[in-house]
């Protein structure tokens, strides 16, 4: 089957997102010198946001930089460096330098070799789709290759991960472009872990290569249950046979190049089994872990709402896990704010006195297309009320009109407000629990059509949410967030410790049995 036009164009979307996505990976590095903390910048970096996308540039990291006095969180926008001797961070503007985007597109169809270097040797290694459909999608790839270069060597070993037959009966219909997202070294072990394009039919297999050097042995992994998982990163604990596999996981999709998925996820090779960790069932303060690293016997794992770190040996003891969030910061301008109940409504709601001097950030949100102008949603402890109609409740089965199972990272039932997360206490949004959905209009949330100016009315996309009632045909809920015009406050980012709460309730959605299909 040859691909066709309309794939064409879904296969060009969806590789660009995937670029973004997975085209920061960087090993962490150890350094040798032993540099003090830095000090505290006197301004704080700004935020500097032309699109939603700019919040994942800021916050993701792409490289953790591990040193004796210091381990450092690199986005691409910023450096989150956490002193050890005083226990605190430090944000500054950042350092790290960004691959060409468009030398990755044109080598797409003799992608290069990346280097390892292992006892004093390098390595050379590559994925490919084979054959390879660039540039010009006459033929359709029917096969995802590894290519391995040993020292000394001219020609490389060639490793079949996965097929097209293979993909389409586990996790689509066409191979997605695959990439190397992270190197491991491990006991004179090589861990290399593969991810594909996800969107539009395009998939793959989340795979882990183990390679071992001395004996020139290598192994497949495809852990059960992983299979349409995107693999972010890998860290190695433990010596054989008793080694986990620590992996940063996440999921994609058209347009959606950061969706959420089993987030840390602890993989046992001997048993083949795994367990997850995420924002629903653990401290994590994050959707989408997307850098692990381990230092001593603690595990640190960067999401797009915050970092955490957590003891790799006793990983169950929430208690002796610590996380960070990222809190988005603003001062209060002299002459106060007015607040607006939406993104597109100009009735004020409230003003804010300039005696409150700094506001919470929650989300940026562009209102005028033409000036490049938007608005900022802000914490408004007062709340608002909605009533959304014709949006109601329904079971996941009944959504997707067919045998639907729950995944673990979503809400017990489809409604409005399902990517909220039930903390215990109420219904929150992490950062990176809103998606950046580049081919869809933006990011949605708490939503209704506005006729007048043919768009979506935001209501709230991270405010915290209270269910006040919930239909098959309506909903209605009070959001604690307000909207301000982007040109009176200039945010900026703080790392604020997260609390889990220990005394919880149960969700109030998994007591609305009426949506549950019998």
């Not at 150890?30 to 006197?42: G, I, Y």
């Not at 610590?322 to 009735?347: E, I, M, N, R, V």
């Not at 990176?432 to 959905?437: M, Q, R």
């Amino acid at each position: 089957m040859l691909i066709d036009q309309k794939n064409k164009l879904s296969f060009g979307i969806i590789l660009l997102s995937l670029l973004g996505s997975l085209g920061g990976c960087q090993s962490s590095e150890m350094a040798t010198s032993q540099p003090p903390c830095p000090s505290t910048p006197e301004n704080h970096p700004p935020l500097s946001l032309g699109y939603e996308g700019d919040l994942y540039a800021h916050l993701q990291s792409v490289n953790i930089i591990n040193q004796p006095h210091t381990i450092t969180f690199q986005s691409e926008k910023l450096d989150f460096i956490y002193c050890r001797t005083l226990k605190s961070w430090i944000i500054q503007k950042g350092t790290y330098q960004k691959d060409d985007e468009y030398k990755k597109y044109e080598d797409l169809a003799d992608p290069s070799y990346k280097t390892l270097a292992f006892q004093d040797e390098i390595y050379k290694y590559r994925v490919i789709l084979d054959p390879t459909p660039f540039p010009d999608f006459r033929v359709e790839p029917k096969q995802v290759i590894f290519e391995l270069l040993k020292p000394n060597q001219s020609e490389s070993q060639r490793y079949t991960l996965y097929t097209l037959e293979q993909v389409k009966q586990k996790t689509g219909i066409q191979l997605g472009v695959p990439q190397i997202t992270a190197t491991q070294i491990h006991n004179d072990h090589l861990y290399w872990t593969v991810a594909a394009e996800q969107g539009e039919g395009f998939s793959g297999i989340a795979t882990i290569i183990h390679y071992q050097p001395n004996n020139n042995q290598l192994q497949i992994i495809q852990p059960e249950g992983l299979e349409r998982q995107q693999i972010q990163d890998i860290r190695v604990t433990g010596n054989s046979p008793n080694l986990t596999l620590w992996l940063a996981t996440q999921t994609a999709g058209e347009g959606n190049p950061f969706l959420p998925g089993l987030g840390l996820v602890a993989y046992l090779p001997k048993s083949n089994q795994y367990k997850a960790y995420h924002v629903r069932n653990s401290p994590l303060v994050g959707m989408i872990p997307h850098r692990l690293e381990i230092d001593n016997q603690r595990l640190w794992v960067a999401t797009g709402n915050g970092i955490c770190t957590l003891p790799w040996q006793t990983p169950d003891r929430y208690k002796d896990w610590q996380c960070w969030q990222f809190s988005l910061k603003a001062k209060t301008p002299p002459q106060g704010l007015s607040l607006y109940p939406s993104s597109l409504s100009w009735k004020v709601q409230d003003v804010l006195s300039a005696k409150t001097q700094e506001i919470e950030v929650l989300w940026w949100s562009m209102t005028d297309f033409y000036k490049k102008q938007g608005r900022y949603e802000v914490v408004y402890p007062v709340g608002i009320t909605v009533t959304l109609a014709e949006q109601g409740g329904m079971s996941w089965s009944d959504y997707y009109a067919d045998a639907h199972i729950i995944q673990p990272w979503q809400a017990p039932l489809y409604w409005p407000g399902k990517d909220w997360q039930w903390n215990g206490q109420q219904f929150v949004r992490p950062l990176d629990g809103v998606s950046l959905n580049l081919a869809g209009g933006g990011a949605s949330g708490i939503e209704s059509w506005n006729e007048d100016h043919h768009r979506s009315e935001r209501y709230a996309i991270r405010g915290n949410l209270a269910l006040l009632n919930l239909t098959v045909n309506t909903t209605k809920v009070t959001y604690d967030s307000a909207w301000v015009e982007d040109r009176f406050i200039d945010p900026y980012v703080t790392l604020i410790p997260a609390v889990y709460p220990i005394e919880k309730t149960e969700n109030p959605l998994k007591q609305l049995s009426l949506f549950r299909r019998n």
